[in-house]
């Protein structure tokens, strides 16, 4: 079946640095790509999203990066705070999957003060 | 955005026992509501799609007469897990699209079944 790989599974940074994660997907029809933050114990928050008409969204600190060539998107975190430590996942519409949303398998991202 | 609402947040049965989960979208119609289950430090597992007015579409290797599946109004998806056992013990999570042109999903709280 189809599926969204995520890397890395845990990233550690320094409070202020930047983080990114990154996620491949395989099917070139696939058109909308979610990041979700996922706090222990509740639901995921859906942070930002782009669709495959463009190639950057940014929100604040938050960004992503869309490359449809190579079918990879990034979530990029600048100056970052305790309290964007959580969990993030990222998302395909995978066209081939029922045009259902297919989770990548996660990043914990722990950011030190 | 969109709220999605489910209940309860937390239950604890006996092994054999059915328990009810309830999805409800409660400022919009959802026709199509999405269960999920997420076992510890793991990423979101889709399990079956519910449709209003018609039957779940199950994802392979979910068995559909253990998960129950009811989408008997555009604002109400249950699942039941029927003879529960120690190890249906997850954290299930339902979600609604709230646009479907868009593609986002509206996640509720989240149930987490304990099974003794």
């Known amino acids: 079946g189809e599926n969204v790989e995520q890397h890395p599974s845990t990233l550690s940074v320094q409070e202020g640095d930047s983080a990114v994660i990154k996620c491949t997907y395989s099917?070139?029809?696939?058109?909308?790509f979610p990041w979700y933050k996922q706090e222990l114990g509740k639901r995921p928050q859906l942070i930002i999203d782009?669709?495959?008409?463009?190639g950057e969204k940014k929100d604040q600190r938050i960004a992503v990066t869309l490359n449809k060539t190579a079918k990879h998107f990034s979530l990029h975190i600048t100056e970052t705070q305790p309290e964007d430590s959580a969990v993030y996942f990222c998302?395909?519409?995978?066209?081939?999957?029922?045009?259902?949303?297919?989770f990548g398998a996660g990043t914990i991202l722990r950011v030190k003060s | 955005g969109a709220v999605v609402s489910q209940h309860p947040s937390w239950v604890i049965c006996k092994s054999g026992t059915s328990v009810k989960i309830e999805c409800r979208s409660l400022?919009?119609?959802?026709?199509?509501m999405f269960w999920y289950r997420q076992f510890p430090k793991q990423s979101l597992m889709l399990m079956a799609t519910?449709?209003?007015?018609?039957?779940?579409?199950?994802e392979q290797g979910v068995e559909k007469d253990k998960f129950l599946i009811n989408h008997a109004s555009l604002t109400l998806s249950t699942l039941t897990v029927t003879s529960a056992h120690p190890e249906d013990s997850s954290f299930y999570i339902c979600?609604?699209?709230?646009?479907?042109?868009?593609?986002?999903?509206?996640f509720g709280e989240g149930s987490r079944l304990t099974v003794l």
């Open positions: 519910s449709n209003e007015g018609s039957k779940a579409t199950y």
């Open positions: 782009i669709r495959s008409n463009v």
């Open positions: 099917d070139s029809a696939s058109n909308y």
């Open positions: 998302a395909a519409r995978i066209r081939e999957y029922g045009n259902k949303l297919v």
């Open positions: 400022d919009f119609q959802a026709t199509t």
């Open positions: 979600s609604a699209e709230g646009d479907s042109d868009t593609g986002e999903l509206f």
